[in-house]
């Protein structure tokens, strides 16, 4: 393999020369930095990261931690974050931390071990512990995507979640109800108590009563929208419709309809929230609200990148504005 004086030889120039063409740390005229180029393609030349990152300081690496990569969800924001690191020339370190503080933790050390230039973390707030730790990174640039870390010391991009969740809750008002129910996500998680407070929002304005009973719990996966599905189904009286708070626990409620003799949305109709690949597929396809997963991904990466390469950016806060995307899960009442 070609090596950095063989370059220089090829070229007609010294190694200093053709070191600050490759890490971009001197002015070097443009021809000549033609000729090392050319030198590079000719002897097939690969660069050391690991060598240029010594030099510049910089890995062209990030690290991602992430709740889950097999929710649809998580894993189409990570394929737009997966996309664009590629397109920009980064790798990326992908860590799944299955909701565990003490895995986020080890892979957090291990990142840091590894001289990420910078960190993307979109887990939940029971990871508290993850982010105790953030005065570990000194200077490093650090993107939250998706919930509402409070801190000056890292960007955060939030999905507008009450404006969702009314959006969801007057496309069923819209549609002529007025017995509506939820299936929630977890107590106390943002996205949770924000989609709620856009749907108490949307029932206040149509003068609708809200039934505590109707407003069911889960967990964000299919298997807890199945089992409040269940419960609803199983009281004496039922809402005709629901806005269920992400579409993971959709599907688990439109299994447990069909299981129960109902029919989507002939008996009940539904609605979720995430728009994930898998929703236009359900049967019925779901009418949902539409989150822009991989447009996050790429946001994500380039406000990191800006703050990698020390752009001065004075809002550390973008909202996202999600959208309704109306399929066949919803009936006029």
Known sequence: MANIKEVAARAGVSTTTVSHVI????????????????????????????????????????GMLVTTSSNPFFAEVVRGVERYCFEQGYNLMLGNTEGEAQTALSY?????????????????????????????????????????????RVDLIADNSHLGGYLATRHLIDLGHREIGCIMGPEGRAPSTQRLAGFRQAMAEAALPVRPEWLQGGEFDCASGFAAMTRLLAMPTRPSALFIFNDM????????AHQA?????????LIGYDNVELAQYLSPPLTTINQPKEALGRLAVTRLLARIHGEQIANRLITQEPDLVIRQSCRRY
Not at 29 to 55: C, G, I, Q, W
Not at 117 to 146: A, K, Y
Not at 261 to 269: K, M, N, T
Request: aromatic share 6%; charged share 25%; hydrophobic share 45%.
């Open 249 to 256: 626990m959709a599907m688990g409620a439109i299994s447990a």
């Open 261 to 269: 003799g109902l029919r989507v949305p002939e008996d009940i109709s």
């Open 23 to 62: 890490n971009e740390t001197r002015f070097v005229a443009e021809e000549t930095r033609e000729r090392v180029f050319a030198a590079m393609r000719d002897l097939n030349y690969a660069p050391s990261l690991v060598a240029r990152s010594l030099k510049v300081k910089e890995t062209h690496s990030i």
């Open 108 to 152: 957090l050390k291990m990142m840091l071990r590894k001289r990420v230039d910078g960190l993307l973390i979109m887990c939940s707030e029971g990871q508290q512990e993850v982010f105790n730790q953030l005065d570990w990174l000194g200077t490093l640039p650090v993107v939250v995507m998706d919930w509402g870390l409070d801190s000056d």
